[in-house]
């Protein structure tokens, strides 16, 4: 069985989810994982898909999607995911202030040097106001020092920022 990674990124139109759905279970492929949302204007799709096709027929199948040149879709074979310990506890971390440039990258490099595992990120930018909410899992011992260095980037950035436990995964 083949695991695929599929990427969808064009411009927003009722019917993408319904037409790459539909292509994909015509052809017997299940979408496993996945994560959609529209930027700006522009519709993007990532999916984790499993099925007995390869990968290049699932992109010749997407390819009418695309003729307008409105959407691109690209269709990888990945590997399975690996057995990996929990790496930490779950927490949510909050931004809100005025959009600056720099934002994402002080607070992702502040969660990185602290071990954190960013399982989810989304940003916003609503007129002047720039929001960023993410999902990280963190060493038990690396709360307290992450937390005190997110501050310090808040009070640098004018931004406030917070962070709190956020709840475990249970399917």
């Given at each position: ?10 411009h927003?139109r ?8 539909g292509?994909?279970a ?21 999916l ?21 040149g ?5 269709v990888r074979e990945?590997?399975p995911?690996a057995?990996?310990?929990?790496p930490g506890?779950?927490y949510?971390?909050?931004l ?9 990258s ?18 916003r930018?609503v ?7 993410a ?10 020092s ?5 501050s ?7 931004v406030?920022v ?9 399917l």
């Amino acid at each position: 069985m083949n695991e695929l990674a599929i990427t969808v990124l064009g411009h927003d139109r009722p019917g993408i989810v319904a037409d790459v759905a539909g292509t994909l279970a015509e052809l017997g492929v299940n979408l496993t994982d996945s994560t959609m949302t529209r930027l700006r204007g522009h519709f993007a799709m990532t999916l984790i898909c499993t099925g007995e096709v390869p990968a290049e027929t699932v992109e010749a199948a997407l390819l009418p999607m695309c003729a307008d040149g409105t959407l691109l879709a690209t269709v990888r074979e990945v590997l399975p995911e690996a057995e990996t310990p929990q790496p930490g506890t779950p927490y949510l971390v909050s931004l809100h202030g005025a959009d600056r440039l720099g934002i994402v990258s002080s607070v992702t490099q502040a969660l990185a040097r602290a071990g954190g595992n960013i399982t989810d990120l989304s940003t916003r930018l609503v007129g002047p106001l720039y929001v960023l909410v993410a999902e990280v899992d963190l060493p038990a011992a690396a709360v307290e020092s992450v937390t005190d260095e997110l501050s310090a980037i808040a009070a640098e950035l004018g931004v406030e920022v917070t962070i709190r436990p956020g709840e475990m995964d249970i399917l």
